[in-house]
């Protein structure tokens, strides 16, 4: 390109407006630009389009960045080279070489918007992604409760069960159920409205044998006062009478250290 005396003068206005000539090519462009008024405006539409791609650049996770400019210009240098050479190749008009750069800015502009609307689909994708797995974790969570408490219910159920209660003395609440599976020597305790433990402590479940306590299982109520614990070991070798429970250390005790706070009989029926 070696200004308007080599070229046609329209196939630099684009060059022109996006600041590509050298001093002296820009000098003679200008001072033809003086003379054309359809060359003017020309300039102007094409510096628009300019102004417009760099704003779409300037767009959070766009990638044109501070090169578009050279990246338009390549493109365009790269069609000229590719475009067919001699007397027979058809001279733009303003108006088409005006219509081909905007097309080539629509184009690019198109481009961004797609990779930053593939960008956004993919970040609402993983939410929705994330929120179902959550979904899934609470689904399997409660479907493991519900299985508990049908194996629960199942050995309560079963066949030579005996249900007993424990209660605290001159008060109906709290409360513990004691279900004795004879067959096994296995009960579960099933507490409900039990009162709060200081920290450190828990609840302590004692079999009476032979008129001795016989240490077992601690727990601790959940929030609302409930407790549940299945497949506690009843002492053989002994006559079983009764049932204890008192507050204990976490660990256990090997002997009562506080007072009985609920105790009921475990008579055959």
């Keep these: 390109m070696t200004g308007p005396a080599a070229d046609s003068p329209q196939d ?12 002296e090519e820009a000098r003679r462009f200008e001072a033809f630009l003086a003379t054309s008024a359809e060359a003017r405006r020309e300039v102007e539409e094409y ?16 990638e044109a960045g501070p090169t578009l ?37 629509a184009s690019l502009l198109l481009a961004l918007g797609l990779g930053a609307g593939l960008a956004s689909a993919r970040g609402r ?44 003395s001159g008060d109906p609440e709290p409360g513990i159920q004691l279900f004795w599976d004879r067959q096994r020597q296995l009960a579960i305790v099933h507490g409900y409205r039990l009162k709060p433990v200081p920290a450190g402590k828990a609840y302590q479940l004692w079999f009476i044998r032979d008129g001795a306590p016989v240490p077992s299982v601690t727990f601790k109520p959940g929030a609302a006062g409930g407790a549940t614990v299945e497949a506690i070991p009843v002492p053989e070798g002994g006559a079983i009478s009764a049932a204890a429970v008192t507050v204990e250390p976490e660990a256990g005790s090997a002997q009562p250290t506080s007072p009985i706070v609920m105790v009921g009989p ?4």
């Design 12 to 23: 630099l206005t684009a060059a022109y407006a996006l600041g590509a000539l050298p001093p």
């Design 47 to 62: 510096r628009e389009v300019a102004a417009l791609l760099a704003l779409a650049g300037a767009e959070p996770g766009s």
């Design 69 to 105: 400019r050279d990246r338009v210009l390549a493109r365009v240098a790269d069609e000229k080279r590719r475009s067919p050479a001699g007397p027979v190749r058809p001279v733009a008009t303003p108006r088409q070489s005006s219509a081909v750069w905007v097309a080539l800015a």
């Design 125 to 168: 994708l993983a939410a929705v992604e994330a929120e179902l797995a959550g979904r899934q974790a609470a689904l399997a969570r409660s479907q493991q409760q519900l299985a508990e408490r049908q194996a629960t219910l199942d050995a309560i159920l079963e066949p030579g069960v005996q249900m007993f209660q424990l209660t605290s």
């Design 266 to 269: 475990l008579k055959r029926s």
